[in-house]
């Protein structure tokens, strides 16, 4: 019975972790462009700014590649879904919003 009451648990968890995965990049963005006059150009250049801006994006980049080798990892082998959905997310939105439903996901089928 306790099993049963974390699993519930860690997929509130998730759940609320995929939507500040949605909300806080998209709040960010529409803040820089809306609130500081940002073009969408300017936006995208910002990342590569400085030293420690190019550390965060390069700190992102390895971890969505990361994550990219090991649900398609996963997918070849048969143990995963199709990744494709996941990419949109990550693509889309962020991975702040992949991966937290993917783990939703992986919590709701074991």
């Known amino acids: 019975m306790v099993f049963f009451k974390k699993r519930e648990k860690m ?3 998730y ?3 995929a939507f500040l995965g949605i909300v ?6 529409f803040s820089s462009i809306l609130i500081d006059q940002y073009t ?3 936006f995208f250049s910002a990342w590569f700014e ?6 965060l ?3 992102l980049g390895v971890s969505g590649l990361s994550f990219s080798i090991f649900i398609i990892h996963r997918y070849i082998n048969g143990v995963g879904p199709n990744p494709g959905k996941y ?3 990550m693509f ?3 991975l702040s919003l992949a991966i937290p439903v993917y783990l939703l996901n992986f919590e709701e089928k074991t």
């Open 24 to 29: 806080l990049p998209y709040w960010a963005m």
């Open 40 to 42: 969408i150009g300017q």
């Open 92 to 94: 889309g939105v962020g």
């Open 87 to 89: 990419f949109l997310m």
């Open 15 to 17: 759940l609320i972790l």
């Open 11 to 13: 997929k509130k968890i």
């Open 57 to 59: 994006a390069a700190d």
């Open 50 to 55: 400085n030293n420690a801006v190019r550390m």
